[in-house]
């Protein structure tokens, strides 16, 4: 069974960073791209970051550009997103996603629960 | 990048009904090899997104028959021919075929 569980989650002040992290397991890990999806409370979703199978090609909304890194580790089969410099409106639960196919740029066929990020002073 | 307008935005019928959603694009999503790169996912409250439509008009594992997707270039749609109680819920759909993938606003299906 494929199993996506985030964590690291959390309240911060602008400005203050965040890492955020995805477990994977019942499948093959680099097999798959993976991507963070992001829903504001009461919003839309909105695309974040997605990485391919080998960690070597990434990708990025311009609203996180610059402040986000997404990175993998194979061995380990996680999955991380760094955002710094965060701004209220980031404040949104985060979902980690596995893409369908190697790389970022495919269909999202299997969705964590998400962990909530509020940023607040 | 490209943006995806959906609509309606609330759409209330009953169960029974026949639901058809649009979700139009700002510039094609289709290659020269007919692929279309558009899916579409539902979402109920309080759970995450569901995968339910791929490349426009396949059926991901598991959805009903009911569900169909279709069209090509920039214009799509979802069709539920037949609404069952846990179909309410609300739809968005998203191109993957141009960086970085977009999201439509969403459509929710609503009873009546």
């Known amino acids: 069974e494929v199993q996506l569980v985030e964590s690291g989650g959390g309240v911060v002040r602008p400005g203050g960073s965040l890492r955020l992290s995805c477990a994977a397991s019942g499948f093959r890990f680099d097999d798959y791209g993976m991507t963070w999806v992001r829903q504001a409370p009461g919003k839309g979703l909105e695309w974040v970051s997605g990485?391919?199978?080998?960690?070597?090609?990434?990708a990025y909304a311009d609203s996180v550009k610059g402040r986000f890194t997404i990175s993998r580790d194979n061995v380990k089969n996680s999955m991380h997103l760094q955002m710094n410099s965060l701004r209220a409106e980031d404040t949104a639960l985060y979902y980690c996603?596995?893409?369908?196919?190697?790389?970022?740029?495919?269909?999202?066929?299997?969705w964590g629960q998400g962990t909530l990020v509020t940023v607040s002073s | 990048e490209i943006v995806l307008t959906q609509s309606p935005g609330t759409l209330s019928l009953s169960p029974g009904d026949r639901a058809t959603l649009s979700c139009r694009a700002s510039q094609s999503v289709s290659s020269q090899s007919v692929s279309n790169y558009l899916a579409w996912y539902q979402q109920k409250p309080g759970q995450a997104p569901r995968l339910l439509i791929h490349?426009?008009?396949s059926r991901a594992t598991g959805i009903p028959d009911r569900i169909s997707g279709s069209g090509s270039g920039t214009d799509f749609t979802l069709t539920i021919s037949r609404l069952e109680p846990e179909d309410f819920a609300v739809y968005y759909c998203q191109q993957y075929g141009s960086s970085p993938p977009t999201f439509g606003h969403g459509t929710k299906v609503e009873i009546k």
């Open positions: 990485v391919n199978w080998s960690g070597g090609s990434t």
């Open positions: 490349g426009a008009g």
């Open positions: 996603t596995r893409n369908s196919r190697l790389g970022e740029l495919s269909p999202l066929d299997y």
